[in-house]
Every structure is written in structure tokens, then in C-alpha cells.
């Protein structure tokens, strides 16, 4: 990965390129951000300043994902009994060096695993523990890339805290992480935090137009539309962003919302929605969640005349969405989105889907005919 192939992030870059020049690097380091926003990249064009300073030979196998003392961990599902890294690692690198910005649900989609609870296991720390026991191969720098350490499961999280508190000598650990909240208070308080914000809309206009020659008009378009996340952007451009199947769902329990007023016997339609979504694995669960907040946030902007920050909205399928909007307000967005967090939050401590969701859906068909005065 070349610096100049990573969008915007010109001061992080600044910071990474300098701490290598003066020497300064942490044995420990958490990126934070969405994988759009470029969390990988960085880290692996950091990689390649820190292993070429000591040898320039190294260039090609880093570029290719191969060099033998840097060691990639991900999240993966159990197979022959353990989830493991190394029995995917064909994959991933093909899908890294296809599009480093690709996000986990990418890395779900290529594995097929929807169905399929996606770890960092404790057998994996072991292997990881074992690998960085054996010397150098290339007599540099030994480094460790962890790709969602907040997949990493309570077990796992204990054990990786004993390596990271005590490595071996000129061992670097660079961990990605898209929300802390979910991350072992005492990883964190070992790492040094490096913060990934959002790319500007500018800057995401400016690669569109230079790489893919579109237009100006459409590319800010896109910009918009991807709120900071690259990753998106490039979907959009292929019109390949996978959110039909939400829409339509959302669209079913919004018409079954504004029916329960005056036909409780729809409530049976919400139960025969939930058990849908229950039937997802956790990952493409969370996704729905997310988008629901941001199609709640979306109607709350139009409500308000915000009209030039409406990036996205549902018109398919006779769907009023005007109409639909009037409805979400000051006095019932924040309840809303609550009881989405909440969902969040029960789902990722393993809560019974099927219940969560269910609530959830009856909890906002209330909150959605509550006047706005």
C-alpha cells in the first residue's frame, strides 16, 4: 500500500510517516474508525515505512501481503473445531488487495458465512502467541495486524492481554477497531489511540473524478451520499450497496406500524418480521439496525426542511415518503434511537434475537404515533 493511494487522512499520514523518521514508534496502537474511513490502509502503508527503513529489498512482499514476519488475525468462524485466521488467510488477501477499504461486511459476503458467528477466538491468540515465540525471519521488525479486535471474545481478550502488556523484543501491534465500547478496557488502556475520522465529501469528490473519470456533478453526488466512508463511495458508484433487502423490510414494518393503531392483528406481522431478521446471523442484524437509524435520522432532516443534507431516502414500491417523514420528530427521534442502541447492545451480549426484535418492533409502532407536540 502506497501513502499516495490512501484517501485524504493527510495529517494521520503526517504523523505515521514522521514517528518513523524519528523513531518513534509504540510497541501498541489502535486505530479507530469504519473500515471506509481507511483504518487498514494506513496501517499497512505504515507497515511498509517501518519494515523498508531497515531493508528496502522488502518492498514487493509487503505490497503482496506476504512477507513473512507480518502476521494478519480477522475475525472467522469455526471450522474443524477452531476459528483460525490461517484457514482464510487465501481469501482475505485476495479481497485486501482487491480493495483495502473493504469493510466486514464484504469479508462476510466472500465467505458466505451469514449464517456463521465471526470470531477472534482464543484458539486464535494461541496461534498468534506461538508465532511471535519464533525469531524473525527477516531480522526485522516482527508486526501484528488485528482487523476488529472488538470481535475478539472475552477469552480471547484475557489472553491477548498478557501478550500485549509483555511482547517479544521488536515485536510492533496494530489493531483496528471500528467501536471501542466493545474492546477490554485494558487493551485499550495499553494501546496508543489513533483516531480515524471521516473523509471530507471534497476529498472523496476529487478521487472520484481522478480515478474513475466521472463527472464533477455526479462524483459530488456520491460524495454525499458516502458520508466520509470510501468503501461506500465505490459501492454507489456500482449501485452494488446491498441495502435492498433493508429497504424492503423497513418498508414492511413501517406500513405495519401505521396499521397497528387500528388493526392490533397486525402485531402477528410484526412477530413474522422479527422472526425474519432473527433468522441473520448477529453481523447482518447490527447492519439492519444501523441502517434503520439512519433512515430515521434521514426522515427526522427532511421533516425539518434539512433538505440539502437528505443524502438518501425510500420512494420505491408506492412508499410516501414525505409522508412517512412528518412522522419522525423531536419528541419521539431520540426515544427511537434508543431502542435501537438497545437492540444493539442485547444482540452483542447474545441476547435471544427473535425477543429483541420483536420488542423492538412493537416498542417503535408506539413511538412512531407519538405527537410531535
Sequence with gaps: MHWNDIIGQETIKKTLRDSVKENRISHAQLFVGKEGYGGLPLALAYVKDILMKENPSVKHKIENLNYLDLHFSFPTYTEGGKALSKNFLKQWREMILANPYASDADWIAKLDSEKKQMIISVHEVEEIIEKFKLKSFEGTYKILIISKIEKMNDQAANKFLKFLEEPPEKTIILLL????????????????????????????????????????????????????????????????????????????????????????????????????????????????????????????????????????????????WEGFSRFIHGANIESILEELSNANMHLYRNGNAKIIWTDMGIKLTRYIHRSAV
Design 177 to 320: 477497531a471500528e467501536n471501542i465500547d466493545f474492546v477490554l478496557p485494558t487493551i485499550l488502556s495499553r494501546c496508543q489511540l489513533l483516531s480515524i475520522p471521516n473523509i471530507p465529501p471534497d476529498t472523496i469528490q476529487h478521487a472520484l473524478v481522478q480515478r474513475f473519470a466521472i463527472s464533477l456533478e455526479s462524483a459530488r453526488t456520491l460524495a454525499f451520499q458516502a458520508q466520509g466512508d470510501w468503501n461506500l463511495a465505490l459501492k454507489l458508484l456500482s449501485k452494488d450497496t446491498g441495502n435492498d433487502e433493508f429497504e424492503a423490510l423497513f418498508v414492511q414494518w413501517v406500513r405495519n406500524a401505521f396499521l397497528a393503531k387500528t388493526k392490533p392483528a397486525v402485531i402477528r406481522d410484526l412477530i413474522l418480521w422479527a422472526r425474519e431478521i432473527a433468522s441473520w446471523n448477529r453481523e447482518k442484524q447490527k447492519r439492519f439496525l444501523d441502517y434503520c437509524a439512519e433512515i430515521f435520522r434521514l426522515a427526522l432532516l427532511h421533516n425539518y426542511d434539512a433538505e440539502d443534507l437528505v443524502y438518501n431516502s425510500i420512494r420505491k414500491n408506492g412508499f410516501k
